[in-house]
């Protein structure tokens, strides 16, 4: 029951790392998305200690934004951390469900959560991070950008004037040969001429 709980946690969308923290040995990490290298991960957990040394006695858990990241911490006996890094996408109630189950586990048995996680996340070493299948971007094309770039053209028009936009574009374009494919004319339209 534990592993399949523990499992659900980790397979909701938007989660991207786990970390177990207590201090004396070396955290463990169940970086799914490969959020971060081992330097980072070393800094992260030697950064959230000491945050929690400074949080008065009756906070339990709290969060924070870091980067494109929402972080959960959660003080757990002896001086345990869990740490959640999650994305935006995160169901935050779905996700308040399952924390339940895992911070219970980790309290009950933290080293056996450890060894649920590492057999869950394929035997993952310290600064071997876990691959999880990332779907590939859809590729763009010269029609994309162009749309695009007339989109803000048209929209920032509204505000500052074609006159302003059209002289901006113009001054701030890179002088590279390649762009200078790209022309843009007195309505502030953005065009593409190969020579």
Do not use: C
């Amino acid at each position: 029951m534990k592993q399949e709980g523990i499992e659900d946690f980790l397979n909701l969308p938007g989660i991207v790392s786990v970390a177990l923290i207590d201090g004396q040995s070396q955290p463990f990490f169940a970086d799914l998305d490969r959020a971060f290298n081992l330097q980072q991960k070393e800094a992260l957990s030697q950064g959230v200690l000491q945050v929690i040394e400074t949080i008065p006695e009756g906070f339990e858990s709290f969060e924070f934004q870091f980067s494109a990241y929402q972080v959960y911490i959660y003080k757990i006996v002896f001086g345990r951390v869990l740490l959640v890094l999650a994305r935006q996408t995160l169901d935050y109630s779905d996700y308040l469900q399952k924390i339940e189950f895992v911070r219970e586990a980790i309290q009950a048995d933290f080293e056996g959560v450890i060894a649920t996680l590492r057999t869950l996340t394929v035997s993952q070493t310290p600064d071997e991070p876990i691959e999880k299948p990332k779907p590939q971007p859809p590729s763009a094309t010269l029609q994309d950008l162009l749309a695009a770039l007339n989109h803000l053209s048209r929209f920032t028009t509204q505000y500052l004037g074609i006159p302003v936009i059209v002289n901006y574009l113009k001054s701030t374009r890179p002088d590279q040969e390649w762009l200078q494919q790209f022309q843009i004319d007195r309505a502030a339209h953005i065009s593409f001429s190969s020579k």
